[in-house]
């Protein structure tokens, strides 16, 4: 029997999509630059069902591609469009929370999980899910996790890896990992969590997670500050952490090009400051202590930085609504940037001393490449992860041809992630590698690191199915069987 039919056998008519039509959404990755080719897309509804599919794979010799929300920003989620035969494994219907352990701040969620829904279950037992992004409404768990991913709570509540104490995982040959623990502390040998944390889809399906809840905050204090350097908004982070040790729940910098492209391709912004400044910065405070006391302390800070000359200007949110407008700035960047031109997105991340000189050298080391294209820069300042994006207009892009855009692309990221390595950073701080990273891994990953982890590859997915080409540089590829 051939592996579709035996799909639709397993999980039904309707949990199998086949037809472009209906895979559409399932084959182009966020940024709409990438297309795929798969035989057709399951969607089991739960673990039992997850491993039935692995199964049936395997047996057939068929790739296996793993789909949360789909917005890999380096086409993780994506089939390639060489790889006949492949099963795309969306967990779309795998949403359900399982169970909220208050005493214990942890909760047991499904792999598809909403990222955005499990922020409200945790809500709804006053306790805080931290990691939060700007795709937050349509990324899973499962994704999260699979990438590791940041985003703007990491400096106080580090990154998914520090948020997650067990998993559920179907692995490659079929057999499920029941590995829920809601332990802090468990010295029982190989943590093995953390493989499966970050793997990219490569060592198995993530489909169950437990993971760490927190004290939701019920005071908090936002500013929006004005500087004229990355020097400057270091000196007044500087001064928060002092000041502010563990209130200091975010500290995003970006530059002007960034805040207009937000202003202008984004409906419903609005500018915090009425003049326009070169470096912006969205301060947040929050802890579980009165309101007054935070602002009081945050309107303190910014007026010592005040007095030395380190902030031009700044504004203090005078309500919820405004803390809410400004915070729809800062994660409206990657849909702004999307609208605006083609952006040539770099994701590194460099010691927080280093920061500013890495702007500096990157700016010009990517002017070597496409003189005079605008920069944009939005960083995680407080984790020293600088998303920096030179950007080519439409029509300069449209002027070249497929193999004339990747080799630009591919000139002006090396250019970029060059000076970061050099300052003693990556080239990749929290969204991955997927397919378009795979070369830097060569690059710039000490050789020692890559065998070890072809060998956890092999020791996990022997036949190579899961997520091929993804992650490690030059992966065999299997064969793949023709499609059904
Ligand atoms: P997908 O895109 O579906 O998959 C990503 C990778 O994980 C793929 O390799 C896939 O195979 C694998 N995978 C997915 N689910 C599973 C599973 N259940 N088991 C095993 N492997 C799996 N990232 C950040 O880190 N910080 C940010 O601030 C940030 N902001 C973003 C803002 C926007 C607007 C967008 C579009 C993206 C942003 N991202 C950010 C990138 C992306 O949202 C994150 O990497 C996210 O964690 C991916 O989750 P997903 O469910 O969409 O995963």
Same mark, same amino acid.
């Given at each position: 029997?051939?592996?579709? @039919?035996?799909?639709?056998?397993?999980?039904?008519?309707?949990?199998?999509?086949?037809?472009?039509?209906?895979?559409?959404?399932?084959?182009?990755?966020?940024?709409?630059?990438?297309?795929?080719?798969?035989?057709?897309?399951?969607?089991?509804?739960?673990?039992?069902?997850?491993?039935?599919?692995? @199964?049936?794979?395997?047996?057939?010799?068929?790739?296996?591609?793993?789909?949360?929300?789909?917005?890999?920003?380096?086409?993780?989620?994506?089939?390639?469009?060489?790889?006949?035969?492949?099963?795309?494994?969306?967990?779309?219907?795998?949403?359900?929370?399982?169970?909220?352990?208050?005493?214990?701040?942890?909760?047991?969620?499904?792999?598809?999980?909403?990222?955005?829904?499990?922020?409200?279950?945790?809500?709804?037992?006053?306790?805080?899910?931290?990691?939060?992004?700007?795709?937050?409404?349509?990324?899973?768990?499962?994704?999260?996790?699979?990438?590791?991913?940041?985003?703007?709570?990491?400096?106080?509540?580090?990154?998914?890896?520090?948020?997650?104490?067990?998993?559920?995982?179907?692995?490659?040959?079929?057999?499920?990992?029941?590995?829920?623990?809601?332990?802090?502390?468990?010295?029982?040998?190989?943590?093995?969590?953390?493989?499966?944390?970050?793997?990219?889809?490569?060592?198995?399906?993530?489909?169950?997670?437990?993971?760490?809840?927190?004290?939701?905050?019920?005071?908090?204090?936002?500013?929006?500050?004005?500087?004229?350097?990355?020097?400057?908004?270091?000196?007044?982070?500087?001064?928060?952490?002092?000041?502010?040790?563990?209130?200091?729940?975010?500290?995003?910098?970006?530059?002007?090009?960034?805040?207009?492209?937000?202003?202008?391709?984004?409906?419903?912004?609005?500018?915090?400051?009425?003049?326009?400044?070169?470096?912006?910065?969205?301060?947040?405070?929050?802890?579980?202590?009165?309101?007054?006391?935070?602002?009081?302390?945050?309107?303190?800070?910014?007026?010592?930085?005040?007095?030395?000359?380190?902030?031009?200007?700044?504004?203090?949110?005078?309500?919820?609504?405004?803390?809410?407008?400004?915070?729809?700035?800062?994660?409206?960047?990657?849909?702004?940037?999307?609208?605006?031109?083609?952006?040539?997105?770099?994701?590194?991340?460099?010691?927080?001393?280093?920061?500013?000189?890495?702007?500096?050298?990157?700016?010009?080391?990517?002017?070597?490449?496409?003189?005079?294209?605008?920069?944009?820069?939005?960083?995680?300042?407080?984790?020293?992860?600088?998303?920096?994006?030179?950007?080519?207009?439409?029509?300069?892009?449209?002027?070249?041809?497929?193999?004339?855009?990747?080799?630009?692309?591919?000139?002006?990221?090396?250019?970029?992630?060059?000076?970061?390595?050099?300052?003693?950073?990556?080239?990749?701080?929290?969204?991955?590698?997927?397919?378009?990273?795979?070369?830097?891994?060569?690059?710039?990953?000490?050789?020692?690191?890559?065998?070890?982890?072809?060998?956890?590859?092999?020791?996990?997915?022997?036949?190579?199915?899961?997520?091929?080409?993804?992650?490690?540089?030059?992966?065999?590829?299997?064969?793949?069987?023709?499609?059904?």
């Amino acid at each position: 029997m051939n592996v579709l @039919r035996q799909l639709t056998g397993l999980l039904g008519e309707d949990a199998v999509l086949r037809g472009s039509e209906d895979m559409a959404g399932h084959l182009t990755d966020w940024r709409g630059r990438y297309r795929g080719r798969a035989q057709c897309v399951a969607l089991p509804s739960d673990t039992g069902q997850v491993a039935g599919v692995v @199964r049936l794979c395997r047996e057939a010799g068929a790739p296996i591609v793993v789909q949360g929300g789909n917005t890999s920003l380096c086409e993780g989620a994506v089939p390639r469009d060489d790889l006949p035969g492949t099963v795309v494994v969306s967990l779309a219907r795998m949403r359900r929370i399982r169970s909220v352990d208050v005493a214990n701040n942890s909760m047991v969620v499904d792999a598809g999980c909403v990222l955005a829904a499990i922020q409200e279950a945790a809500a709804a037992h006053d306790r805080l899910y931290p990691v939060s992004l700007g795709a937050e409404g349509s990324c899973q768990i499962g994704g999260n996790i699979a990438t590791n991913a940041g985003g703007t709570g990491v400096l106080r509540y580090g990154n998914t890896r520090e948020n997650v104490l067990g998993l559920e995982v179907v692995l490659p040959d079929g057999r499920i990992w029941s590995g829920l623990y809601g332990l802090r502390k468990n010295n029982t040998g190989f943590d093995l969590k953390h493989l499966f944390i970050g793997s990219e889809g490569t060592l198995g399906v993530i489909t169950g997670a437990t993971l760490k809840l927190h004290p939701l905050p019920t005071a908090r204090a936002m500013a929006w500050l004005a500087v004229d350097s990355p020097q400057a908004a270091l000196a007044v982070l500087a001064r928060l952490q002092r000041r502010c040790s563990a209130a200091l729940s975010a500290y995003e910098l970006m530059n002007d090009v960034q805040l207009n492209i937000v202003l202008q391709h984004v409906s419903g912004r609005r500018a915090p400051l009425h003049a326009s400044h070169p470096w912006h910065v969205l301060v947040e405070l929050s802890d579980t202590c009165d309101e007054a006391e935070l602002a009081a302390a945050l309107q303190e800070v910014l007026e010592a930085a005040s007095e030395d000359g380190e902030l031009i200007d700044a504004a203090l949110a005078a309500s919820g609504q405004q803390q809410a407008d400004w915070w729809a700035v800062r994660h409206g960047v990657s849909e702004g940037n999307k609208k605006a031109g083609i952006g040539i997105n770099t994701d590194p991340a460099v010691p927080l001393s280093a920061v500013p000189a890495f702007i500096e050298q990157a700016t010009e080391a990517a002017h070597r490449v496409l003189p005079g294209a605008p920069v944009i820069v939005v960083a995680h300042l407080g984790d020293g992860n600088v998303h920096f994006i030179p950007q080519a207009s439409f029509e300069q892009w449209r002027a070249l041809t497929p193999d004339q855009q990747d080799g630009l692309a591919h000139a002006v990221k090396q250019a970029v992630n060059e000076v970061a390595h050099a300052l003693g950073g990556t080239f990749s701080a929290e969204h991955g590698i997927g397919q378009v990273l795979t070369d830097e891994m060569a690059l710039f990953k000490p050789p020692v690191e890559i065998d070890l982890m072809h060998a956890v590859k092999r020791a996990f997915d022997p036949q190579q199915l899961f997520n091929p080409g993804r992650l490690l540089p030059a992966t065999s590829l299997p064969k793949g069987i023709p499609n059904d």
